[in-house]
């Protein structure tokens, strides 16, 4: 793009004020902000009226802006705006993952019908450019799996519980007392905004494209005493892991869930509001990325790299999905996890391949057993609403599940005593 960007901005937040601030004070950047949609008339604004506007047609309809920044947290508003931006012939360049990831297909079939480019890095993963770096350096990479923390707010309230003995409450108290944490967490600590952060970062690795709905999310919230205690007498962290795996059959798996990790994995030494990204490929074997995941800046920071990214031209090419428009979602795969419950019934019900260690104590009882995902799925609402937990054990093995029926096998019975 050889002409200059003039900007038409949707949101004026704090990563919204920090873009204009950056435009407005630098001289080596081919881009100004030239209108700004916001929704509230009666707040205050730092700067002049006369760039603000509550019509975003007065945008969108506008000729002369050839770029929108979407801004705004509102993601079927954000869907609106982004699609008849793309439809007049408009460049984008979104924050907004939920947006994307509910609408990525048909957002990749306007940006080609329409030749224009739609950028959203800063979609997934605050300051680390991920998205850049799969359709870029690992175009044509054999991947097998793109896991990591991928949520700034679930990994600080994490972080608290182990360093500073903090329950989940007061963690989270402190996430929103600095504003890593909205006053309604559910997005981050269910494990939703890791998730779609997740789906937009399948397309790019592997060319898939699913719907959130068939992905599973279990988050942080019943996360209890008893289970910070069993992590740190095993020398073990919790982190809240997205994981994008690729099998033998070419079918991928996405999925979020707590898990256990251990000293000698990346994401271990991964804290506060920080995320980190495992690349893991044929040829390059694991790679890993981190940066911040939570706050303006790190958002801010990838906003301006797409814009300038605009300033030339620059378009993802979607390489993967390109070499195989077929490949499979599969999520009908075994896990291995720790589950902290109450009721032996309700063990009895689950469908586990096997169980490896039952434990009953007069503080808490866990079982760690193999089973199936979409166990997991069936029964979320009961594990949510009876505050049990569920975390994968460290390095898990992630298996598609066969034709054959497997057999039920408790290979350690009861330990009592001591997690």
Known sequence: ??????????????????????????????????????????????????YFTYDRFEILDNPEINVIVE??????????????????????????????????????????KYNVSLLYEASSCGSIPIVRTLEEYYDNELLFSVSGIFNG????????????????????????????????????????????????????????????????????????????????EKGLKIKLIPTI?????????????????????YLFNVENEFNGVIVEGAFSDKQFLSGKGAGGHPTGSAVLSDISALSYGYKYEYKKYKQNDNVKFNNDVLVKVYLRYEDDNFIKQLKFEEIYVKHTSDRFKYVIGQLPIGELAKYQDYIKEHKLFVSLTKESPI??????????????????GKA
């Open 1 to 50: 793009m050889s002409n200059k960007l003039q900007i038409g901005l949707f949101g004026f937040g704090c990563v919204g004020q920090g873009l204009y601030d950056v435009l407005s004070k630098s001289s080596g950047f081919r881009a100004d902000i030239s209108k700004i949609c916001v929704k509230q008339q009666s707040k205050k604004r730092p700067i002049d009226a006369k």
């Open 153 to 232: 707010t679930s990994n600080y309230i994490l972080t608290k519980t182990i360093f500073e003995n903090l329950s989940y409450a007061a963690a989270l108290k402190q996430a929103q007392d600095l504003g890593f944490a909205e006053t309604d967490p559910t997005n981050d600590v269910e494990g939703f905004d890791a998730k779609y952060k997740a789906i937009i970062l399948a397309a790019h690795a592997f060319g898939l494209f699913v719907q959130p709905e068939k992905v599973f999310n279990f988050g942080i919230s019943t996360l209890s005493e008893w289970d910070v205690t069993y992590a740190k």
């Open 399 to 416: 298996t598609p599940i066969t034709k054959k029926e497997g057999k039920l096998a408790e290979k350690e019975l009861v330990h009592a």
């Open 245 to 265: 795996k690729k099998h033998d059959d070419g079918s991928v798996s996405v999925f979020v869930a707590p898990q256990f990790v251990n000293s000698a994995n």
């Open 71 to 112: 801004l705004i947290d509102d993601a079927n508003e954000a869907y609106k705006i982004v699609k008849y931006a793309l439809e007049k012939g408009k460049h984008v360049v979104t924050a907004n993952k939920k947006m994307v990831a509910n609408h990525l297909k048909e957002l990749v079939e306007l940006q080609h």
